[in-house]
């Protein structure tokens, strides 16, 4: 089997989410950080959080 053009992007692409879902996973049960200040509050005020 031959693998199409640009087979390691995807590779690569698969591989980071696998393990940003991992981390997600086992930090899902910790609380949020509380953000003071900055460019992170505007947006945790923007998304309701």
Known sequence: MKFP???????LVIGL??????LW???RDV????VTGGIG???SS???S
């Open 5 to 11: 053009e640009g087979w390691r992007i995807y590779a």
């Open 17 to 22: 989410n696998v393990v940003a879902l991992s």
């Open 25 to 27: 996973w086992v930090d």
């Open 31 to 34: 609380a949020p950080h509380t």
């Open 41 to 43: 509050a505007w947006i």
């Open 46 to 48: 923007r998304l309701g």
